[in-house]
């Protein structure tokens, strides 16, 4: 029996040995590299994922040599050999915890649109509270935790998912609480839970985990990462923003209520960062090369009693617009929408640019005096850029 301060192993004596009869170029390499780069772990030599490095990882280790498998090959060289060794032999011991095992040493992500961030629960704690939001097959905890700390750089959707990784996770992300706490407790002022996931069908693997929520410009939004039940392994978070619109579960909402001589909305914004959609992408007008769209959920109302729409259009030839659009206008619900009009480039002087119509417009007579229907400004060919968009309504008596 072994006490919880020693591990079977190498002795320093047997290490020494060891090293006497290592390939020439070892020392050279276990000077250059004592940690393993290309894994999050901060203990991959682990490879029995013991909590220890040890005789029984450098069995492992041996039995692979000169192979390229890479579970033994720690710098991914291609080759399991001596500088394999060089790594095992200096990470020998007791592994410690992640660097972001607790939520108060939160690795702070940039406030990028769209990143993946490897992560490693090997030896992590479970630092935060259990929630009934997370609740699934009878627990509510998220064991075995690593964390995650990023600013959203737009009003829009916070996509975040473990999809890709070696075990069964499970996600969570919360916003500040009173006087900015960014940390979940069982206090006042506690961070808010804003969405937990355990199974994802959006991942290949439906164990992996995905949540989506609303995010807002400047706001900081902690994201907790482990495993079902004390599932523990590595992994990779994937973070993205979807700005306004980028989703048609997030599109744009534009109020049309004529409450007699018409009414009309210009809105403007860019597509910078807009993404293509799968719902429903292509369309007739722009075909496979319309990709890159945001979306506007558009109520059309005729406020007086007993009128009736007689024209509603939607026009990107505003002076604003400096990019390639298509607009596409849809009936429906989300996830089961009709095409009504679509165009690509409209033939009037104010839809040129340089010289070319490029700008579209659309117009048609509504069926309903009240009526929901869905917008889609894209850009031909991949375009992006600035846009100016008008909604217009008129109802007659």
């Known amino acids: 029996m072994f006490s919880a301060h020693h591990r ?30 290309g894994s999050p772990c901060t203990c991959a030599a682990d490879l029995n994922t013991s909590g220890w490095v040890d005789a029984a990882d450098l069995a492992i280790l041996l039995g692979h040599w000169g192979t390229g498998d890479p579970e033994a090959d720690l ?5 399991v050999n001596a500088a394999d060794l060089s790594i095992l032999l200096g990470a ?79 996600l969570a992300v919360y916003k500040p609480g ?17 969405g937990c996931n355990d199974d994802s069908l959006t991942c290949n693997d439906v164990l992996n985990s995905a949540v989506l929520v609303p995010a807002a410009a400047g706001e900081t939004y902690t994201i907790r990462a482990g495993g079902y039940q004390g599932a523990i392994g590595t992994g990779s978070i994937s973070v993205d923003f979807y700005q306004k619109g980028d989703l048609i579960e997030d599109a744009i909402p534009v109020d049309l209520t004529d409450n007699g001589g018409g009414v009309t909305q210009i809105l403007s914004g860019t597509t910078l960062h807009a993404t293509p959609s799968a719902d429903p992408n292509p369309n007739s007008c722009g ?3 319309d990709t890159k769209d945001l979306w506007f959920k558009v109520h ?30 849809y009936s429906g619900t989300v996830g089961n929408l009709t095409e009504i009009e ?17 700008k579209s417009f659309v117009s048609f007579d509504p069926q309903s005096s009240n009526a929901i229907y869905w917008v889609r400004l894209a850009g031909f060919n991949g375009s992006v850029g600035n846009y100016e968009v008008k909604f217009h309504l008129f109802c007659l008596d």
Request: with cysteine.
């Open 75 to 79: 710098n991914e060289s291609g080759t």
């Open 8 to 37: 079977p192993g190498l002795s320093t004596s047997g290490r020494a040995r060891l090293l006497s009869v290592l390939p020439a170029g070892f020392l050279a390499a276990l000077a250059s590299g004592l940690a393993h780069a």
């Open 300 to 329: 059309v109302n005729c406020a007086n009693g007993g009128a009736q729409p007689v024209d509603f259009s939607v026009s990107t030839c505003m002076p604003g617009t400096a990019m390639d659009t298509t607009l596409t206008v």
């Open 342 to 358: 679509c165009n690509d480039d409209y033939d009037m002087p104010s839809c040129e640019i340089n010289g070319f119509n490029r």
């Open 178 to 194: 009173l006087f900015g706490v960014t940390c979940p407790s069982s206090g006042l002022l506690s961070a808010s839970i804003v």
């Open 92 to 170: 020998w011991g007791p592994c410690g915890t992640p660097e972001n095992d607790l939520c108060s040493d939160a690795t702070v992500l940039p406030s990028l649109y769209w990143q993946d961030v490897p992560f490693c629960t090997l030896n992590a704690t479970t630092d935060g509270p259990a929630n009934a939001a997370c609740d699934a097959s009878g627990s509510d905890q998220i064991f075995d935790d690593v964390w995650f700390r990023v600013t959203s750089p737009t009003d829009g959707m916070l996509h975040v998912t473990t999809c890709g990784s070696t075990f069964d996770t499970r």
């Open 287 to 289: 075909g496979v090369n």
